[in-house]
């Protein structure tokens, strides 16, 4: 199904169509409205689209990017290179309705197409609007060349450049308005071989290959335009000709670079007509108040000044708001530093209020003469005294009892009782019974035996100086024994 009505895009990737030429080629005849957005992205076009006959049937047409360039040298916006002799767009579609296209970059590519934006043979007129585009190549950059197109043509505030013959070309009888267009290179930069009666207004003709105007002696009026050799003098017009410049000095900022932005107001700075009855800005959008010749405005000191102190001003609030952000981010701070020490007072208030529960409970189960049941695991090392009563743990608790006096029987403990050095020294640091001397035995620091002399008459007790004391015989290891006591065998 043909194109007819909708909002559409051409994208390089996710779009309703991925080229120039496929959106143009699916056009039917308009049955509502259509729009066509496009990414500032580079396309590649292998061919032109095909001759456009369809009808506009009083809607509109309109073709825009996302976003407008934002430099003249085609480096920058809704980029479409032409690798063909194709036409970039060839139009004969039949009015009335309105037919948009601004803010496209077209450019020769690796062949030259024979036109760029052309229009021919057209049977009813149509409002054609053609703004803010950068077309750089080609045979001629823009041609029209009908007598149907009139009043409603628009052409105004396009960079134009490097065509191979004439870059602007208004020929057969098309009139309308053309206006604040920059036009460089090519045989020619503007022709206006036309029947009736077009006019130029505050068009820039730069460094053509032979003139910056041509064919402007029949019925073509020019007002305030500037060219820079002499084909536009006042009395080179064949309708009216006044307030136009000729042989003008580069006014570009560096047309070398093709910056064709205006950065000294020079001789066309401030030169051009107003012409806010049909427009109001120039190629990048600015308003314009200068009126400079050609597609950008030169912008003055006070026009900079102006947005300046407007964003000084912006500053001004950005900053306030910054420094309240700012204390008020502060005052968060030292809240949470206030509840955070506010914590921490809290937890040793309930730490001391537990160390004093404790020290009670010490006290009272040093006292205690009955049975004693904790609720629940009791983490506290106390040192058990004699009492008259039974003592019963419900939880784990680590003992440590300073000594134990006349072991009447055999002592098993379930778990180990960390006491270094034990008075009684037949007994090791876990209070079990060594017994003789073994020398297969791996004794510990401080551990205690009997040592037996080999013929049974003499008795010693010795305590290990060393850890993992294996094989190392008591009375003749000093460095591994201490001697406490020795007795002959009775």
């Not at 509502?32 to 032109?48: K, L, P």
């Not at 072991?407 to 006491?419: N, Q």
């Amino acid at each position: 199904m043909p194109l007819t009505q909708g909002s559409v895009t051409i994208k390089l990737a996710g779009g309703d169509y991925s080229t120039w030429t496929a959106f143009w080629d699916d056009l039917g005849n308009l049955t509502g409205d259509i729009t066509c957005t496009v990414d500032a992205s580079v396309f590649t076009e292998a061919s032109g689209p095909a001759l456009i006959t369809e009808n506009l049937a009083g809607y509109t047409l309109h073709v825009l990017p996302v976003s407008f360039p934002t430099t003249t040298d085609a480096s920058t916006g809704a980029r479409f290179t032409f690798n063909t002799t194709d036409y970039i767009l060839y139009m004969s579609m039949e009015g009335p309705g309105d037919l948009i296209i601004e803010g496209m970059v077209l450019i020769e590519g690796t062949s030259t197409p024979i036109r760029g934006i052309s229009a021919f043979a057209i049977s009813t007129e149509f409002n054609f609007t053609i703004r803010r585009n950068i077309v750089k190549g080609g045979g001629r950059c823009i041609d029209i060349n009908d007598s149907t197109l009139s009043a409603g043509l628009k052409i105004y505030n396009n960079i134009l450049y490097n065509s191979t013959f004439t870059v602007l070309n208004i020929a057969n009888g098309a009139t309308g308005v053309i206006a604040n267009n920059t036009c460089m290179g090519g045989t020619s930069c503007v022709a206006g071989n036309s029947l009736g009666a077009v006019t130029f207004e505050n068009i820039l003709a730069y460094d053509p290959g032979e003139s910056g105007f041509v064919s402007i002696q029949f019925n073509a009026n020019g007002y305030n335009t500037a060219s820079s050799d002499a084909t536009n003098e006042d009395g080179d017009w064949g309708g009216t000709g006044s307030n136009n410049l000729s042989s003008i000095a580069d006014p570009f900022n560096n047309f070398g670079a093709d910056d064709f932005t205006i950065t000294a107001e020079g001789a066309i700075g401030s030169a051009g007509l107003d012409l806010s009855g049909d427009f109001t800005d120039d190629f990048f959008g600015v308003t314009r108040s200068n009126w400079t010749i050609g597609a950008c405005e030169f912008v003055t000191l006070q026009h900079i000044t102006e947005p300046v102190n407007a964003l000084i001003e912006v500053e001004a609030t950005i900053l306030g708001v910054w420094a309240l952000t700012r204390a008020v981010s502060v005052l968060v701070e030292v809240e949470v530093d206030i509840t955070a020490i506010k914590a921490r007072i809290e937890a040793v208030s309930a730490l001391i209020e537990v160390e004093a529960d404790i020290t009670e409970l010490k006290e009272y189960v040093r006292s205690y003469g009955g049975t004693l049941t904790p609720s629940a695991t009791l983490n506290v090392l106390v040192t058990p005294l004699p009492f008259p009563g039974g003592l019963t743990f419900a939880g784990s608790v680590v003992p440590i009892p300073t000594y134990v006096v006349g072991l009447s029987g055999e002592l098993v403990l379930a778990g180990s009782v960390e006491l270094a050095n034990p008075s009684w020294l037949l007994i090791d640091d876990t209070l079990t019974w060594q017994g003789e001397w073994d020398e297969a035995r791996s004794y510990e620091l401080n551990d205690a035996v009997l040592y037996k002399r080999s013929d049974g008459n003499e008795w010693h007790v010795f305590v290990s100086k060393i850890t993992h004391n294996v094989g190392n015989t008591p009375t003749s290891s000093a460095g591994a024994w201490r001697r406490y006591y020795q007795e002959l065998w009775l």
